[in-house]
């Protein structure tokens, strides 16, 4: 696996963070590609102490409103869109047009092309069904993993499923025909019990031959644009995060998921899951020479109007991740009390622009 991460001053080289002579070593910006210029944008957030803000979805839908020309219901309220887009493949594996959440892949290459273009970054993860049962990802009734060396259609689909995925990654391009780069996050949250990946599903050596299995699928393609993510779920020690790593060769960014639950009576537990897993995190990612990043998070519904300013930003105070990206903003109709940032109009608003004021998340125009 090609090494992404760059000396910090290669990077400075790209974000403007200071002048100064580069040694052999390090790269020139001009002479790198563009996964490397990704990363060394990532690398350099972090070390400067701040993060690209993240949502899912943002610009396909709100809480009040669907593909909506340049609608955003981050943008609504801070005048800005998110500095990291995030997006899903989940059903792009059975050749859908549209991934699980009604999302037109069509319309989301757009979309990841347009964020690329205003200087924004582009994370994707994959809900991909159940392989053997044909249920949604959360469908836990068949181990689809612990049949693939027996079960030959089985391994077959997989990978057909696998090159469908690294064909639409590989597809993405700039007006110029060049690569955009995205961040690319599979099989998440393996920890937990909720996904047929997950721990009650597949054995530690399982879960890593499916990361195996992936690469060897996206190399096959020709997939040159992608870093890629580990993030497992909360309540991890540091063996237990990386029983199922696949291994330095294999990723790029270290990051984890971690939710706030139970509103007000819940904020110590939230912060005390990320203080004791989140700087660990970090902490390897800077001995392997990685990216770390609080890949997924959020509270549902922001029932704490100051959740942004009192909760999050006090609790990753002195963790210097690359991003923070929270969920989407589902439509109300559709899903009610389902977002995560606020939309016009809901208490929360104020402080999440106040969050946007401050100096450490990272959004663009």
Not at 86 to 108: K, T
Not at 163 to 189: M, Q
Not at 225 to 253: C, H, M, Q
Request: glycine letters at 8%.
């Amino acid at each position: 696996m090609k090494h992404y991460l760059l000396p910090l001053a290669a990077a400075c080289l790209l974000t403007a963070c200071g002048s100064g002579k580069t040694n052999s070593e390090q790269m020139p910006a001009d002479s790198l590609t563009p996964v490397q210029t990704l990363a060394a944008r990532l690398d350099s957030a972090s070390a400067s102490g701040r993060f690209f803000f993240g949502h899912h979805d943002d610009t396909a839908y709100g809480h009040r409103w669907a593909y909506a020309a340049d609608s955003s219901d981050v943008r609504n309220v801070t005048g800005q869109y998110p500095g990291l887009m995030s997006w899903d493949l989940g059903l792009i594996e059975l050749d859908s047009a549209r991934n699980l959440d009604g999302v037109p892949f069509a319309f989301m290459a757009e979309q990841i092309a347009a964020q690329h273009r205003r200087g924004g970054i582009n994370a994707i993860s994959w809900h991909p069904v159940n392989p053997s049962s044909r249920g949604n990802s959360w469908d836990v009734s068949t181990a689809p993993l612990r049949q693939l060396a027996s079960d030959k259609a089985l391994a077959d689909t997989l990978d057909t499923w696998i090159s469908r995925a690294a064909r639409f990654i590989a597809s993405l391009k700039d007006a110029d025909g060049n690569p955009i780069p995205v961040i690319f996050r599979p099989w998440h949250e393996n920890s937990g019990s909720w996904f047929w990946w997950g721990k009650d599903s597949a054995t530690p050596e399982e879960y890593i031959d499916l990361w195996k299995r992936t690469r060897r699928g996206f190399d096959a393609a020709g997939v040159d644009n992608v870093l890629w993510a580990y993030s497992p779920d909360k309540d991890l020690t540091r063996e237990e995060y990386f029983a199922t790593y696949p291994g330095d060769e294999y990723i790029d960014i270290l990051g984890t998921d971690i939710y706030h639950f139970d509103g007000e009576k819940g904020v110590e537990q939230y912060t005390g899951r990320i203080r004791s897993q989140l700087p660990f995190v970090v902490d390897e990612a800077r001995k392997r020479g990685k990216i770390a990043a609080f890949t997924e998070t959020g509270l549902e519904g922001l029932e704490i109007a100051d959740w942004y300013t009192r909760v999050l930003l006090p609790a990753i105070d002195s963790i210097p991740v690359a991003y923070v990206c929270v969920w989407r903003n589902a439509i109300e109709t559709e899903k009610p009390n389902h977002f995560y940032v606020p939309y016009t109009g809901h208490p929360a608003e104020a402080d999440f622009r106040k969050f946007h004021s401050t100096p450490r998340p990272i959004f663009v125009d």
